[in-house]
């Protein structure tokens, strides 16, 4: 892992340099390159504007590690605002959340019961998102999900290409028919759990794509999603499953809001399932130094706000 990395996954668990750097306008001139605003109306004028494109959506409302039942259930009652306020709006946009942010760090059995509520008022034909964070979370995620899933298909899971462990965990979601969106990670974890290096990070996301969209898998009614921003893969797994004659309509690509614009724009031109995730709320600096850290040129896109500031 590069010090740059490291230093900025330090920075998204420090509550002083939350406290410090969101006081800086250029700070929040920064985090605009990645959503389009704190509010659900700047998500939902952004996904108007996607889908115009042909570029489908998820919302995900930022914040984690909530401690209070009625603040978590304020987080559901906020979903399905969303999904009320989808319909009005008619777009076909689905819901990402984080299980911290529904009160998974206060009962599972309860932040379950949040999770079914979205699952059974989400739209007809819409799937519920479910996040993956850190490493102490994995297992419980992991079971919740499967809790779910044995009860409603209209449930996904985002798996991380970074662990050691994902693999296995996918052999053990197949049977199971999942809806996978894999990530290559953006938490720090160590070594002995995740791979240190870029390249092999990067491998593996290949590997678990050949595995997600093999025979077996889309026999047994597995969805696959490859989220990445990263040309050179999306490329490679483009080319793999036109060899392998897979449909496009088979999978989809998502990438975050204000990144790589051009190739969501491409892909959706070729026919693919291109989809961009859209976050939105004002807890957004953890989320923000995540997003450097995955790429750390971006720093210099913050660096250039800091001198025109």
């Not at 919740?144 to 994902?166: D, E, F, I, M």
């Not at 996918?170 to 002995?192: D, F, H, N, S």
């Not at 870029?198 to 047994?220: I, P, S």
Request: charged content about 25%; overall charge neutral.
């Amino acid at each position: 892992m590069s010090v740059m990395r490291s230093l900025l996954l330090a920075g998204s668990q420090s509550q002083w340099l939350k406290e410090q750097a969101t006081r800086y306008g250029f700070v929040r001139r920064s985090v605009q390159r990645f959503m389009p605003g704190e509010e659900l109306e700047d998500a939902l004028r952004a996904a108007r504007a996607l889908e115009e494109q042909g570029i489908g959506t998820l919302f995900t409302k930022l914040g984690e590690n909530i401690n209070e039942r009625h603040e978590a259930e304020s987080v559901t009652d906020h979903y399905l605002g969303v999904f009320e306020k989808l319909s009005q709006w008619h777009l076909q946009t689905e819901v990402s959340v984080k299980l911290t942010q529904l009160g998974l760090d206060i009962d599972p059995d309860f932040c379950y019961g949040q999770v079914e509520r979205l699952i059974l008022a989400a739209p007809t034909g819409s799937t519920v998102w479910i996040d993956m964070e850190s490493t102490q979370y994995t297992d419980i995620t992991l079971d919740l999900y499967r809790r779910a899933l044995r009860k409603h298909s209209n449930v996904g899971l985002c798996l991380q290409a970074y662990l050691y462990r994902t693999d296995d965990d996918i052999a053990k979601l197949l049977p199971m028919a999942p809806a996978i969106r894999l990530v290559k990670g953006a938490y720090r974890e160590p070594p002995e759990l995740a791979f240190p290096k870029k390249a092999d990070v990067d491998e593996n996301f290949f590997v678990l794509t050949m595995k997600l969209l093999g025979d077996e898998a889309r026999k047994l009614g597995t969805r696959y999603v490859a989220a990445t921003h990263d040309a050179a893969l999306i490329r490679r797994i483009q080319q793999w499953t036109s060899e392998q004659r897979i449909p496009k309509q088979d999978y989809a690509f998502t990438m975050l809001y204000g990144i790589q614009r051009g190739e969501q724009a491409r892909l959706a031109k070729e026919g693919h399932v291109s989809k961009c995730l859209i976050a939105y709320g004002p807890y957004w600096f953890p989320w923000f130094m995540r997003r450097l850290a995955e790429r750390p040129a971006n720093v210099w896109f913050v660096a250039r706000n800091l001198l025109s500031n």
